[in-house]
Every structure is written in structure tokens, then in C-alpha cells.
């Protein structure tokens, strides 16, 4: 899950990393009540899950709160790469000497914890990696060992920061950061730029802030941070039923029981010259509620051409699949085409109770590559 700017300072300040003050509004007016709170000229900042916000004007400084009305007019409702922008976070305008990137993430290859740290912040770090590779530190850490205090000064130097008072206040940055990534199990904490203000004050002015979905019932003041409403709505429908849903990029909508059947099916797909659109799984249940639930979530989808449905059947009974898959069709309208594919345990019972009903649009294939096969002709 993604976390909004706002919310990431938030977390930041809990780990004791200095962020400026601010406000969220959600109107002009708001955002001029918020700009007279902070006093002084404020930063008006569109709150959207994606970056390069600044290049498309949804970062502006306003010298007083009715400047920041005006701005706060002009960015709301701004599309930024397909963000609509619905809130906006003023801050307390900060001065800029200098600007430097710090981020800690995964390098999964390495198996450990990567912090990397730059004079060349402001910028998209992907461009710092690809024009300048020497400008960019990078330091892993070991994840029995944990973080050790010189770990932060051997970051500080590699990345060339030689002001003794900015390597102390980075320093503790680092360390901080550390700690915030573990104890809030995210993925990726980036602060693109941490300034140093005229008076040599080191602060995070923006936040990028990934944390691990998988870990947040651990968290239920982080998960309380989803945002509903910058989903869209089949990935709403999923959360709120429980299905596992992923969305991709092609015409194919796969349901299968099983990460690894699904991950295969989505490979014949590809073997076949077709392309999935999103995929289920429907673990190793695959009663009617579930098979109900998951295909109203693959319909809403509407990418989505054919359906597969591939089940291996271990605990999973086909013959229960098949009276979710008539289930489903009695209760919402699909349109598109349905392929099936049953193996396993009461394969032939399955078979036999589609045979029976034989919805119109159904078809039953003998093995996943006949159906892998049938669902992309018919996608087409
Ligand atoms: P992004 O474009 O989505 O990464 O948004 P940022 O929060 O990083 O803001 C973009 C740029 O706006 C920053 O790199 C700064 O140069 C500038 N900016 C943001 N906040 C302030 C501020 O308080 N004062 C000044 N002078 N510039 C700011
Ligand atoms: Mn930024």
C-alpha cells in the first residue's frame, strides 16, 4: 500500500525525522484557513499516490493564505498522471540550500536492506543512477546484524557530504529512517529532496512511503491510512470480499485455486499468445460464495474479454466450483465468455453439472492448454 506524502511525514515525525508543519485541506477555503494556522508563506501541495507532482503543477508556493486559496483553486481537480487530485497538504515554505535524495528499500538480489543517499536529490533517482552512477551511495545492511551507527557515517561519506554539522543531523536521519522502515514494515521510505535550509537544518520535504500490505494487520494505524476512494473499483470490491486479486495489463481474466496455478496459468496465457488481464486466486477454498464473489470482481474489470477459470482440485471440489460457477451466473449478468477447465478431485462430477445446466457462453476444455487456447480466441 502506498501512503499519501502527508501521510508518510506523518510516520516520519512519529521516528523522530524532522518534517516542516502543516495542514491537510480538501477546499480553497480550506486551504486558506490552514495557510493563516501556519502563518507565513506555505507550500500548496497536490496529494496524489504518484510522483513528479512539481513538473505537473502540483506543488506551488503561496506568499499569503489568500495566495494560497488562489493555488489551492488551481491544483484541485488537476489530473496527475491520472490522478485526480482531491486533497492537498500545506506546509510551512521551507528555504532550500541544498537538495539530496535518501531512500531505504529491498535490493531483493542482495537479500538485505538498501539505503541510498545523494548530493543530486530533487531529481528522479533513476536519472541520478543512469547519468551520474559515482554521485549515488549505496550501503546494505545485514538483516540479523541490524543497523550499526557507522554504517550511517560510511553512507554520509560515500555520498561526498562533508559538513560536519549535515553529517550529524543525516546521521541520525539515517538511523531513524532504519527504524521507521523495520517497525512500520514497509517496502520503500524515500525522502526526494531532504533539504539543508540557509541555516544548515536538515528536513524531509516530500515522502515516498511503501508499506507491506501482507504485514498490515500488524499495523491498524497505518491500515487506517487507506485511502478507498484512489482505488479502482474492482480493486475496492476485492479488498472488501477477501479475494486475492491482482490487476495486469491484457484481455484474459484468470481465476484459479492456488499461487502456483495461477502463476502457470497466467504463463500459458503467454504460450498461446494471449495476455491476462487481471488474475484470483481462490486459495484452497472454492465454495460457490467465493467463486461468486471472485468473478463479480474479474467482471468489473473492464479489460476483461474471456474468462478462465483453471482448477486443480485438491481439497477444492470441482463439482462445488461448478455450482459456484452456475451460482454466480444466476445472480449477476456476465457477458463475457467463460472457459473451464476442471482437473482433480471431482473433476468429472464438475463436468457433468456444467454438461447439465449448459449456460449459454460456458465451455468446458479438457486440459489447460486447450483452454489457455479457447479463452484467448475467444478474448480476441
Ligand atoms: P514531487 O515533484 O512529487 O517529487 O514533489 P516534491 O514534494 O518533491 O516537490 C517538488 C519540488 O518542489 C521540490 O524538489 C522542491 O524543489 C520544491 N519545493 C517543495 N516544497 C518546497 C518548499 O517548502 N520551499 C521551496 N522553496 N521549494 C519547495
Ligand atoms: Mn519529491
Given at each position: ?251 484474459v481474466g484468470i481465476l484459479g485455486n492456488g499461487?502456483?496455478l495461477v502463476?502457470s496459468t497466467?504463463?500459458v496465457i503467454?504460450?498461446v499468445?494471449g495476455?491476462?488481464?487481471?488474475f484470483c486466486d481462490l486459495g484452497g477454498g472454492g465454495d460457490a460464495q467465493g467463486v461468486v464473489d471472485a468473478l463479480e470482481v474479474i467482471t468489473?474489470?473492464?479489460?476483461v474479454r474471456s474468462i478462465l477459470f483453471n482448477i486443480f482440485a485438491g481439497i477444492t471440489r470441482c463439482d462445488v466450483v461448478a455450482q459456484g460457477i452456475l451460482e454466480a451466473l444466476s445472480q449477476i449478468k456476465i457477458e463475457q465468455p467463460i472457459v473451464v477447465r476442471f482437473d482433480g478431485t471431482n473433476a468429472e462430477e464438475g463436468r457433468q453439472i456444467l454438461a447439465d445446466a449448459a449456460p449459454p457462453n460456458l465451455h468446458v476444455e479438457p486440459t489447460m492448454l486447450d483452454a489457455a487456447r479457447r479463452a484467448v480466441e475467444l478474448a480476441a
Amino acid at each position: 500500500m502506498d501512503l499519501y506524502e502527508y501521510q508518510g511525514k506523518e510516520l516520519f515525525r512519529r521516528f523522530g525525522i524532522p518534517v516542516s508543519e502543516g495542514r491537510l485541506a480538501t477546499t480553497p477555503p480550506e486551504a486558506r484557513a490552514a495557510a493563516e494556522e501556519i502563518g507565513g508563506p506555505v507550500v500548496v501541495k497536490a496529494q496524489v499516490l504518484t510522483g513528479g507532482r512539481g513538473k505537473a503543477g502540483g506543488v506551488k508556493l503561496a506568499d499569503d493564505p489568500g495566495d494560497a486559496e488562489q493555488k489551492a483553486e488551481g491544483i484541485l481537480g488537476l489530473d496527475i498522471n491520472g490522478h485526480v487530485v482531491r486533497k492537498l497538504w500545506i506546509e510551512s515554505a521551507s528555504e532550500i540550500a541544498k537538495e539530496y535524495y535518501l531512500s531505504i528499500t529491498f535490493d531483493r538480489g542482495a537479500k538485505r536492506v538498501l539505503f541510498m543517499l545523494t548530493t543530486e536529490g530533487g531529481v528522479e533517482i533513476e536519472e541520478v543512477a543512469a547519468t551520474k552512477p559515482e554521485a549515488l551511495a549505496r550501503l546494505h545492511v545485514d538483516p540479523l546484524e541490524g543497523f550499526q551507527p557507522y554504517q550511517a557515517r560510511r553512507l554520509i561519506y560515500g555520498a561526498g557530504i562533508a559538513d560536519p554539522e549535515e553529517q550529524k543531523q543525516i546521521a541520525k536521519i539515517v538511523e531513524q529512517l532504519y527504524r521507521c522502515f523495520v517497525e512500520t514494515d514497509a517496502m520503500l521510505c524515500e525522502i526526494n529532496p531532504l533539504i539543508v535550509t540557509p541555516e544548515g537544518e536538515v528536513r524531509a520535504l516530500d515522502s515516498k512511503f511503501t508499506v507491506d500490505d501482507n504485514a498490515l494487520y500488524k499495523h491498524p494505524d497505518v491500515e487506517e491510512m487507506r485511502d478507498p476512494e484512489a482505488y479502482p473499483p474492482e480493486e475496492r470490491a476485492a479488498r472488501e470480499k477477501g479475494v486475492t486479486y491482482v490487476k495486469l495489463d491484457g484481455e484474459v481474466g484468470i481465476l484459479g485455486n492456488g499461487a502456483g496455478l495461477v502463476m502457470s496459468t497466467l504463463d500459458v496465457i503467454a504460450l498461446v499468445g494471449g495476455r491476462p488481464a487481471n488474475f484470483c486466486d481462490l486459495g484452497g477454498g472454492g465454495d460457490a460464495q467465493g467463486v461468486v464473489d471472485a468473478l463479480e470482481v474479474i467482471t468489473a474489470d473492464s479489460q476483461v474479454r474471456s474468462i478462465l477459470f483453471n482448477i486443480f482440485a485438491g481439497i477444492t471440489r470441482c463439482d462445488v466450483v461448478a455450482q459456484g460457477i452456475l451460482e454466480a451466473l444466476s445472480q449477476i449478468k456476465i457477458e463475457q465468455p467463460i472457459v473451464v477447465r476442471f482437473d482433480g478431485t471431482n473433476a468429472e462430477e464438475g463436468r457433468q453439472i456444467l454438461a447439465d445446466a449448459a449456460p449459454p457462453n460456458l465451455h468446458v476444455e479438457p486440459t489447460m492448454l486447450d483452454a489457455a487456447r479457447r479463452a484467448v480466441e475467444l478474448a480476441a
